[in-house]
């Protein structure tokens, strides 16, 4: 399973996968080093709701599995990394085609392998805006991530 977290293949297999195929979610970058991603949304009649913006539950899963994946390839193989807690902060209507995206700087990736480096649990927090067009803010996500050497790699 070593080629599916190639950025490349990663990519295409996201845009495959049906919570992010139907919606109309598509990862247009990732980087080769998983430093970065951009995400877009496009607008579908089916994904709008009743007041014809982008529905919640789409904005809410662009930003789904992207800093977990993002770490488990800046990480490697040694970590456990998912989702733990996220909640969104809807600012003002989305309308059109949205973006978000996530950046994972090396001091972030080193400030983890420190706090894990002896075992213990680590949940870092990553603040992502959803923007539309116009690069104006149409909701702000937080999300706490879980990481954690697997038991094999942790010190006695």
Same mark, same amino acid.
């Given at each position: 399973?070593?080629?599916?977290?190639?950025?490349?293949?990663?990519?295409?297999? /996201?845009?495959?996968?049906?919570?992010?195929?139907?919606?109309?979610?598509?990862?247009?970058? /990732?980087?080769? #080093? *998983?430093?970065?991603?951009?995400?877009?949304?496009?607008?579908?009649?089916?994904?709008?709701?009743?007041?014809?913006?982008?529905?919640?539950?789409?904005?809410?899963?662009?930003?789904?599995?992207? *800093?977990?994946?993002? /770490?488990?390839?800046?990480?490697? &193989?040694? *970590? /456990?990394?998912?989702?733990?807690?996220?909640?969104?902060?809807?600012?003002?209507?989305?309308?059109?085609?949205?973006?978000?995206?996530?950046?994972?700087?090396?001091?972030?990736?080193?400030?983890?392998?420190?706090?894990?480096?002896?075992? #213990?649990?680590?949940?870092?927090?990553?603040?992502?805006?959803? &923007?539309?067009?116009?690069?104006?803010? @149409?909701?702000?996500?937080?999300?706490?991530?879980? @990481?954690? &050497?697997?038991?094999?790699?942790?010190?006695?």
């Amino acid at each position: 399973m070593k080629w599916a977290f190639n950025p490349a293949v990663m990519r295409h297999l /996201l845009n495959f996968w049906p919570p992010f195929l139907f919606p109309g979610i598509k990862v247009a970058e /990732l980087s080769i #080093d *998983y430093r970065y991603c951009r995400v877009e949304l496009k607008s579908r009649p089916w994904t709008r709701n009743i007041n014809n913006t982008q529905f919640g539950g789409s904005m809410f899963a662009m930003t789904d599995p992207i *800093y977990p994946l993002m /770490l488990m390839g800046a990480l490697g &193989k040694e *970590y /456990l990394v998912w989702d733990k807690q996220a909640d969104i902060d809807f600012i003002k209507p989305g309308k059109g085609k949205l973006m978000a995206e996530f950046w994972l700087s090396d001091d972030t990736v080193e400030q983890i392998k420190a706090a894990t480096d002896s075992g #213990d649990k680590h949940f870092p927090q990553f603040l992502i805006h959803i &923007k539309d067009s116009q690069n104006q803010i @149409v909701a702000e996500v937080n999300r706490t991530v879980y @990481v954690r &050497k697997k038991a094999k790699y942790r010190p006695d």
